[in-house]
């Protein structure tokens, strides 16, 4: 079984910047090298949305528009870690914030169906 594990989140003043990270367990070495990981967010009261994603390459990533330029996502494999980098935070990006992994050799980056794995989740609050 994979576990999943967020940290990181926090109360942040806006321009503010935060790092999350996201611990893997369980099945590793399968998991890194053919899974892709992803950041997905979910506000109250609306649709969790996809946030950032790492291919299983651990080259190439992808933003959703409204994170692009102010966020990074980045992997290290040799301690199971993802890391979200968030720089210049706005209120709007306040959000619960979970990770997950997808499944082997997928790309549908944006899909949440696409991921087999979540963590719980690690709160991110901006204020104005």
């Known amino acids: 079984q994979v576990r999943l594990v967020e940290s990181g989140g926090g109360l942040v003043q806006a321009g503010g910047s935060l790092r999350l990270s996201c611990t893997i367990s369980?099945?590793?070495?399968?998991?890194?090298?053919?899974?892709?990981v992803g950041w997905f967010r979910q506000a109250p009261g609306k649709e969790r949305e996809f946030v950032a994603a790492v291919h299983w390459n651990g080259k190439s990533t992808y933003y959703a528009d409204a994170v692009k330029g102010r966020f990074t996502i980045s992997r290290d494999n040799a301690k199971n870690t993802v890391y979200l980098q968030m720089n210049s935070l706005k209120p709007e990006d306040t959000a619960l914030y979970s990770c997950?992994?997808?499944?082997?050799?997928?790309?549908?980056?944006?899909?949440?169906?696409?991921?087999?794995?979540w963590g719980q989740g690690t709160q991110v609050t901006v204020s104005s």
């Open positions: 369980g099945r590793t070495f399968s998991t890194f090298t053919t899974n892709g």
């Open positions: 997950a992994v997808c499944r082997p050799f997928g790309t549908n980056w944006r899909e949440s169906s696409e991921y087999t794995y």
